[in-house]
């Protein structure tokens, strides 16, 4: 936590110490929702509590990019001045979850108000509603391409688990947009017949081949987005739902598990062709965060005994070579060996407290509902 | 090359056959410049000459950004339709070596006058002395954070080195120049006290080393950057400016080599801190390369066995590890052990018929120089 400034530093090198201190904002955001989510679970604590309205007060101080309709930027320095806007509407996603679990916990209305305006600000955006206030446009010049991105409905739909649980005014809406993106998800995006899900399809939802970007299978985010849609499944009660989401978990677990190394490759091609990202065999930290939780709910759902191997395997992959006994936390990024590049790291820009406890917790919490609490060892 | 469109595809796997049909604009630059070079040096062949023309072509009727000052778009489809202009103007770069090079060839001005105003506008973008009518803007926002990059002079300086000796007319202007990129150089990013050449400096020109991209080094850029800085102090008989390049080089190769596994690393952090780019500890192929060439140049020109050592230790690990003799072609990406990410390439957006024919053709001159032509066996 940045004492002097508020929010949170999130590059740490292997000790802990910032390596860098221009700050996320995807991570302020993340942070927020983390300790809100851990008060949520296992009860208020100040020290929680106050970590998390530092990243909310920082949020709001420093990261509303106001020239712009109110959109959020991507980096800002130690003290909030800001660095970069991105196109790209995560940093809204993440700013309304930790807004919406901070509701939650404390029923001040002011952040329901900010979760909702940041809610309709992403849904707008993503179903192209309003022009982006930001000017930048797409990335890809849209006469040529123009296209489907996974990400969009995936995260929606995780937006939408945690608002729609401290909103219930607002079911309906909540329910109608679910809806929206497990369809979206399911209709273009899931291939059973190219047996992946594909990060990016054309705009009218068909697979382009032909290039690189257009075959990318992101198998950590496929894991997330499947335990996503088994938490709408089981909200909904929707079978064949859930048994979607329990093959786009299977294919893209199956697929992207490295057979020689262990561990969930970060990309691999949807035909077995290179990628053209550098970093595409290595072994990030949060799809085994991924894998954990959505592995203990698949477990917990079906009772396949398939999906508590997986659990157990990428515990055991995950201690050998995540785990520092040393200083603590995980190392976020190995080569495809399963060592820590290096100089190794415990944060980044992308990486701070977030995918480890939330994948530690609800883990735990799904195991608990298994085995009961009054399974559970006395400490 | 695409016989179908004109140009080349470069996105290749390990068999040579194509993985992407986008175009990358660097790359039809850069093998028209590749295959004009090679005229020059070994004699005009009908198959290079056509080459070369067929990405001339392919630039000046499909990568021209007319809605945009006539700069260059960064990636076009098979067909040449834009797919994305970026702010940085290295597609302009390899636009106007192409365009000189074949020039000095043929002597069709009309490829001098596109050289011309292609060298006109990265000047006049480098040194901020027009709005970048592509309108986008810096990536990083200016009243918070702006800064010079090495790249910038760095390039200019290989372009003026081409343009120069086809365009004798001009030599007042390019040498002017010249003498900018090296001050630059000199004088902002290398930083003998830090031990290091830095990537990015801030606008004053002093090193920000509180956030990891102000602590950037590219060993195989400074490394690539110093032969371009040799053949200026050759040309300039400047035998201090000869002087930094070498220790230029030797403190880029001392830091970057790879003590453990050997290649050079990609990215390494001027303060030993972690560097964020995923990619970091990667051995690309072109950073090897670049040694070839500066390390047989410091050779020729200081008679110092510590460069032909360096040379010879490069090919050493060239030969084991970017080589393919079964399909041919160098490996573009390894992984920091040495072997290749998988599925391998031989190509990519980036990698083309370019910094392997480059170091190839001008380590063989400059050692024919030292040798002599007569010291060549006979074929």
Do not use: S, W
């Given at each position: 936590m940045d004492r002097e400034h508020g929010g949170v530093y999130t590059c740490l090198d292997r000790t802990g110490e910032v390596y860098s201190t221009d700050k996320s904002v995807w991570m302020q955001g993340r942070c927020a929702w983390t300790f809100s989510h851990l008060c949520r679970l296992y009860g208020e604590r100040p020290e929680w509590m106050e970590a998390a309205k530092s990243c909310l007060d920082f949020l709001e101080e420093h990261c509303i990019n106001h020239e712009a309709g109110g959109r959020l930027y991507f980096t800002v320095t130690a003290e909030g001045?800001?660095?970069?806007?991105?196109r790209y509407c995560f940093s809204e996603g993440f700013y309304a979850?930790?807004?919406?679990?901070?509701?939650?916990?404390?029923?001040?209305?002011?952040?329901?108000e900010r979760a909702r305006r940041a809610y309709r600000l992403i849904y707008d955006l993503n179903n192209g509603l309003i022009e982006d206030p930001t000017g930048l446009g797409p990335k890809t010049i849209p006469e040529t391409r123009s296209g489907r991105a996974l990400a969009d409905p995936m995260i929606f739909l995780n937006i939408i688990g945690i608002m729609r649980r401290v909103d219930p005014a607002n079911t309906e809406e909540y329910d109608c947009h679910a809806r929206?993106?497990?369809?979206?998800?399911?209709?273009?995006h899931y291939r059973p017949e190219l047996g992946c899900t594909l990060e990016s399809v054309n705009a009218e939802g068909q697979p382009e081949l032909d290039y690189t970007a257009g075959r990318v299978v992101n198998p950590g985010h496929d894991i997330e987005c499947s335990w996503f849609?088994?938490?709408e499944a089981n909200y909904r009660g929707d079978e064949e739902l859930h048994k979607t989401a329990e093959q786009i978990f299977r294919l893209a677990i199956e697929a992207g598990w490295d057979k020689e190394y262990g561990g969930l490759l970060y990309f691999i091609d949807a035909c077995g062709k290179p990628t053209e990202a550098y970093e595409h065999d290595m072994k990030l930290w949060w799809p085994h965060n991924e894998i954990m939780i959505a592995a203990s709910k698949a477990y917990r759902d079906t009772g396949d005994e398939y999906y508590l191997n997986w659990l157990l395997k990428t515990i055991e992959y995950s201690k050998a070579h995540f785990a520092d006994p040393e200083y603590g936390e995980w190392y976020g990024y190995l080569r495809r060996d399963g060592l820590p590049t290096m100089p190794s790291t415990k944060g980044s820009t992308f990486k701070g407290p977030?995918?480890?406890?939330?994948?530690?917790s609800m883990t735990e919490r799904t195991l608990t509902e298994i085995i009961g609490d009054e399974a559970a060892p006395s400490a």
């Open positions: 001045k800001p660095l970069r806007q991105r979850i930790a807004n919406a679990e901070y509701y939650g916990l404390t029923g001040e209305t002011e952040h329901l929206e993106c497990t369809d979206t998800i399911v209709r273009y849609m088994m938490d977030f995918h480890v406890p939330r994948a530690l």
